[in-house]
């Protein structure tokens, strides 16, 4: 049922892709289309409270998509949200917002492919004094398992290859290359 409510939405987009990470792959999950489908993103953020419920105190997300999805498995456990932007190159919470002692954070972020947003919002949360009781993606398209020091979930798990700048299949390289994502 994921899946096809990924397909219908338009999430999954075939091609020769440079993903936010530099590597590239001819699958791209285009998060934002996922985002705009209420029903898709409340079937996968299901999947994710589902995964956490109890267990938490409040929900953080890093900008762009994270914070919808943050609000969303927030707004499903009944706990509040925290939104981690980034200012200067590094991951911090701002606005005036606080964790407060004690409070066990589940970090939640769309597609995770080598894992740096989230490990970087997860150092965010500890330096603010928050304890991480767990981690919850949209989609992993990770080729190996990361280890981010607290339970982890993914609402939707796909093989996906992707290959460094200097690895590229023959056959890829012959598609023209498109840039999508977010991270500059």
């Not at 407060?100 to 589940?106: F, V």
């Not at 290859?161 to 498109?178: F, M, N």
Request: charged residues 20%.
């Amino acid at each position: 049922m994921l899946e096809q409510l990924l397909q219908e939405s338009g999430a999954i987009l075939n091609g020769h892709f440079k993903l936010t990470s530099g590597r590239h792959s001819d699958i791209y999950f285009e998060k934002f289309r996922v985002l705009e489908s209420p029903p898709a993103l409340s079937a996968l953020c299901t999947e994710i409270a589902d995964q956490f419920r109890g267990q938490v105190d409040l929900v953080a997300g890093p900008t762009t998509g994270g914070i919808i999805i943050a609000f969303e498995v927030a707004r499903q456990l009944g706990v509040p949200a925290r939104y981690v932007e980034t200012v200067d190159g590094t991951k911090t919470l701002r606005r005036n917002a606080s964790i407060p002692s004690g409070a066990r954070l589940l970090v939640v972020d769309d597609v995770l492919t080598t894992g740096l947003s989230v490990i970087e919002t997860v150092d965010a949360i500890r330096a603010f004094g928050g304890t991480v009781a767990g981690v919850g993606v949209l989609i992993d398209r990770a080729p190996n398992p990361i280890d981010f020091g607290a339970p982890y979930f993914a609402s939707y798990k796909v093989e996906a290859e992707s290959w460094a700048e200097d690895e590229v299949p023959d056959w890829l390289a012959g598609i023209p290359i498109t840039k999508p994502g977010t991270r500059a």
